[in-house]
C-alpha cells in the first residue's frame, strides 16, 4: 500500500496522518510505501521552472538553491528580510509554473480559474484531465515508477485541505485511467468533514473505491487483512520514511498529537461539535514513551503539537516529563496559565511558543460565542508567558454575529494594550459552518457554490456583513502602528509553522539576562 500526501500543503515538516496511519501499518508488518508528492511536487517544479522573461522570475531562479538553503539553515531565521525575500521568491518562481495552466499556485496554495474545490463535479472533471493540471509533468512519472517498483495494490490519498483538493482528484484520476485494477482509498480531514454532513451521498463512485471518515488506522488495518480488536491498542507514529532533510525548515519539525477532538467543544459554530467528534486522549504514559522513541529517532529541532487545543492535563505532563526538544502549539486560555509558576515550568519543558485562540477583546461576545474566555485572566495569561519567554501566537476572529464596529474597536483596544505581549497575529473572518443547528434563526445565503462547501454566507443580525468587517480590519485594525508592528513580524505563508524559529533564538540570547528562576530552560536553537 502506497499513502499519499498530496500538493498543496506547507512543506515544512511530514503529515502527522499519514505518519499514525504508517505506525499503524509498521506495527502489524503490513507492507506500506510513504509518498510525499506535496514536498516533491514542489520542488520539482521550482527546479524546473517554466521559460519566462519575467525579471522577478529570472532573479528567483538565479537565487533559488541560495533561497532553499536559507529556509533549511537556523542563521535563516535571524534576519527577517532576508527570510521574506525567500518566501516571496519561490512563491513568485511556483505562481509562473501555475500561470500556463490557469491555476495559481503557491507554498500553502492551490486554486483553479476554472474549477472549484468544492463542487463534485469539478473534482470529477480534475481527475478527467489531470495533464491540466501543474503537478502533471511530476506525478505521470513518479506514481507510475513507485507503483512499480513496490508491486502496490492500493493508493491512499490523505486529503485534508481545499488546497490540496483538485491535485488529489488529478492524480487518482490519473491512477484510475493507467491502473485500473488499482484500489484508491480516500480519507483526511476534508473527506470527514464532507462525509460527516447529513445528506451526504458519495459523488465519487466509479473513481474512489473506499472513502473514510475519521481515524483512518483500524480501517485500513482491516482492509489489510489484520484482525482486531484495536479498541484499546495504540500505535507510536512512525515517520521513518520521511525524506526531514527535504523540508523547508531548519532541521526536523516532529508533528504530535496528545489527542484528538477537542477536550471543551461547547464553542458555538464548532466544526468538531457540528460534526460529532469525540475528544480521546491519549493516554499520558504514552505520550511520554511515544515523544521518548520519536525524539530519539527524529532529533527533532521542534516538536509540533497538532491538538485542536493542548489539554492542560498534557501540558502538565509535559512538564514532568520534557519531551527533550523546543514545541508549541494550540492551547486554550485556563487558569492553569494564568499560574506564573505553571508557565515558567512550561518554559523549561522546552515551550517555545503558544498559539491562542483568544478571538475576541469583548466580553460580551466571547460568552455569546460559549468560548469560556475570561478577559481578566487572558491579560495575566499573556503577562504570565511573557515573563516566561513564551512567544504568544494570538488569533483572532472577526464579523461572529454578535459582532459589530463598537465590539471590534474593543478587539483592537485589547490588542493594542497588550501589544508588548504579543509576539505574533493572525486575523481571520468568521465564517457560518453550513450545518450547525445554532445557525438556524441566522438568514443564510450561498457562500460558495458547490454541493461540497462546508460553510455559507448569511445576513448579520447587526447589520456588520464581512466586507464592513473586512473594511475594518484593512484601514483601522492593520494601520495602527503597535499592530502594523506585530503584523510584520509574522511570517508570510508558513506563519505559525515558522514563527518559533524566529522566537527561539532571541529568547536564547536574552535568557542571560532574565531573572534567575528562568535559568535552565531547554528551549534552544
Known sequence: MILIHPPVAKPCEPPGGIGKLYGALSAHRVKSRVLDTNLEGLLYLLKNPKDSSDTWGIRASRNLQNHLNLLKCRQGYRHTDRYKRAVSDLNHLLELNAQPFGACLGLADYED??????????????AERPEKNPFYSYFRHRLLELLEKEGASTAGFSLNYLSQALCTFAMLGFLRHECPELKIVLGGGLVTSWMKRPRWQN??????????AGPGEVPLLFMNGV?????????????????????????????YSTSSGCYWNQCSFCPEKAEGNPYVPTPSANVVTDLETLVEKVKPCLIHFLDNAI??????TMTEHPPGAPWYGFVRITPHLADI?????????????????????????????????????????????????IAAYVYLLFGTPEEDLREARK????????????????????NLPIDDEEASTIETKHFYDGDLSLYVDFNHPKGWQRKKARQFLDKEFRRHPVIASILRRTPPIFTSNHAPFFVMGKMKREESRSPPFLKGSCAKI
Open 113 to 126: 480559474q476554472e474549477l472549484s474545490p468544492v463542487r463534485s463535479s469539478d473534482l470529477i472533471r480534475s
Open 203 to 212: 459523488p465519487f463512485e466509479g473513481l474512489v473505491d473506499d472513502l473514510i
Open 227 to 255: 484482525k482486531g480488536p484495536f479498541s484499546k491498542k495504540h500505535y507510536t507514529p512512525n515517520y521513518d520514511p520521511f525524506p526531514f532533510k527535504g523540508y523547508l525548515a531548519p532541521g526536523a519539525i516532529l508533528p
Open 311 to 316: 489539554p492542560p492535563a498534557s501540558m502538565k
Open 341 to 389: 509558576d505553571f508557565c515558567i515550568a512550561l518554559k523549561r519543558s522546552g515551550c517555545a511558543m503558544l498559539k491562542i485562540g483568544l478571538e475576541s477583546g469583548d466580553q460580551h461576545v466571547l460568552d455569546a460565542l460559549r468560548k469560556g474566555i475570561n478577559l481578566d485572566e487572558a491579560s495575566r495569561v499573556l503577562m504570565n508567558l511573557k515573563k516566561a519567554g
Open 411 to 430: 478587539t483592537l483596544e485589547f490588542v493594542v494594550n497588550h501589544h508588548d505581549q504579543i509576539h505574533f497575529l493572525n486575523l481571520a473572518l468568521f
